[in-house]
Each structure stands twice: as C-alpha cells, then as structure tokens.
C-alpha cells in the first residue's frame, strides 16, 4: 500500500515535496516512480529511482527541477519540485516498480498510490 502526500497549491516559480510511504511490501527491493495526470491527458512519466537510489531517470520536462530521492530506512520516496510551472499542474502518484530498475512505463509498476494534486497559479 502506498500513500502520497504534500500536495497543494503554489505559484509559478515555487517549490514542493511530495512524499510516498509504503507499508507492506519490500520497499528497498523495487524501483519507485511518480506519474502525474493532468486533466484531459493521459497519466506520464515523470520521475524513478532504482531501489538503491543510486540511479534515477527524470522526464525533459522535469529534467534540473525536479529531484527523486528515497529513505528505504522510511520506506519513503520523494519529489522535490523546484521552479514549478502552471503546466506542472496535475495529479501526482507514486508508484512501485516489479524490479529493481527504472522504467518510464507504467505496466512496470504494479502498485499505486492514491494521488496527490498539484496546483500551480500563474
């Protein structure tokens, strides 16, 4: 089970963290993603990071503003989100992956979190 949280409203140029806990399954063992759906659009890829945290893999329309990181001592993934643009409008969800490497597609993730909104005002 995944929860995501740290959601909210900014304005264009801000920054948020978005936050995902797991509980009940082997956290470290498993790469972990953030999709993001805006409305009217297909659900995309945004960000994941291998079980280590060692490597990670960012969409280019995030790529040198956003940052994925974990805590497996936490279970816990992040998304830190800087220079936020209104097109970064969506609902964010956390996922975990089948294995342990980084995939953008999201049949390689077979649990899900239950979404988080992020609004950014122009």
């Known amino acids: 089970q995944l929860q995501a949280f740290g959601g909210g409203l900014v304005q264009a140029g801000g920054s948020l963290t978005l936050s995902c806990t797991a509980s009940?399954?082997?956290?470290?063992?498993?790469?972990m993603g953030w999709f993001r759906q805006a409305p009217g659009k297909e659900r995309e890829f945004v960000a994941a990071?291998?079980?280590?945290?060692?490597?990670?893999y960012f969409a280019d329309s995030v790529r040198g503003r956003f940052t994925i990181s974990r805590d497996n001592a936490k279970n816990t993934v992040y998304l830190q989100m800087n220079s936020l643009k209104p097109e970064d409008t969506a609902v964010y969800y956390c996922?975990?992956?089948?294995?342990?490497?980084?995939?953008?597609?999201?049949?390689?993730?077979?649990?899900w979190g239950q979404g988080t909104q992020v609004t950014v005002s122009s």
């Open positions: 996922a975990a992956g089948r294995n342990p490497y980084v995939s953008i597609d999201e049949y390689e993730y077979d649990s």
């Open positions: 009940g399954r082997a956290f470290s063992s498993v790469a």
């Open positions: 990071i291998t079980r280590s945290g060692g490597g990670a």
